[in-house]
């Protein structure tokens, strides 16, 4: 079976073809963050009407380097949510449209199903079941991961998502957007120890997690100061050794207290360096085992929309014809394929 997926939630317009057996058949990713750089964020209009121009001849290039004829699409997959409507509603339109004219099932995929599920694009993922932190710029949690559609949150933020965090203090420190590989360039020529910033919540059992305070501990470090180069480094490591430091520490805590071994990490901050050297480190001394998929698996992208999107029309799910687009889903509402 042969999969267009298309992922148009945020800033990033993408489509791939996956096919069972064989695995991607074509990835494309066109970054809008050019188009954002000058306003310091997303701007959901800008997003929406690139989003417009762009995918329908990202189709076409996906499907001439697939090698395929539209006839040969089986099923096409699209992110229904959670994201920005209007960018929601121009991948939801167009997957809808073309799954009418080619006479194929169309289904609509939750963005961090399509995260959880990444690491299965690539060979030696784990099975289920499997703890995923899952860390993007929009969400931060612990997954427990039995099956497809089989999703306990074991905990979350209560404030700020991780990506966000580091948006946000990159921001502090006079870095562009998008801030989080900015900030973590920036932590590398960063002295240890300088800034000893708070590790949220990790004084507090369970496995929420908190990131505001973390923030508040920056601005006030940098507030009235001039910083130099070497100082801004500083800042930038001292926040990233507590931010590592804390999803670290969860991660470890929801593997014990579950007992399962293997956790994956899921979301654009799981391209961080620092964070893949210290979880597959701690871990390892733990006796588990962490997965990490590619870093241009772990930031958006359609393949895992696209192979999330098979996993269900595999499994002989289908959806009714209306477009369906929800800027806001808790992942807990979804269940197992249903066909
Ligand atoms: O999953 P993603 O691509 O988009 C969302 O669904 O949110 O995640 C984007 C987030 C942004 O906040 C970005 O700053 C962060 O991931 N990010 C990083 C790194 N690369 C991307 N954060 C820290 N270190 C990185 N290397
Ligand atoms: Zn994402």
New binding site residues.
Partial sequence: MKVLGIET??D?TAVAVFESGRGLLANCVWSQVELHRPHGGVVPELASREHIERLLPMIYDSLREARLAPQAIDGIAYTAGP?LIGALLVGASVARSLGYAWGVPVIGVH?LEG?LLAPQLEPGAPDFPFIALQ?????TMLVEVAGIGQYRILGETLDD????A??KT?KLLGLGY????A??ALAESGRDGVFDFPRPMLDRPGLDFSFSGLKTAVVVAVRGRTLDQQARADVARGF?MAMVETLVTKSLRALRQTGIQALIV????????R?RAELSAAVARAGGRVHFPR?EF???NAAMIALAGHARLAAGEREALPVRARARWPLDELAAPRP
Avoid at 135 to 139: Q, T
Avoid at 161 to 164: I, K, T, Y
Avoid at 178 to 181: C, L
Avoid at 266 to 273: D, L, T
């Fill in positions: 939630s945020c990033e994201g963005h995260h860390v993007s710029g929009g969400h998502a991780a990506g966000e580091f948006d990159a998008p801030g989080g590989p900030l973590a990233e899921a979301g654009g901050v799981g391209a961080n360096r964070l870093p772990c930031t958006d």
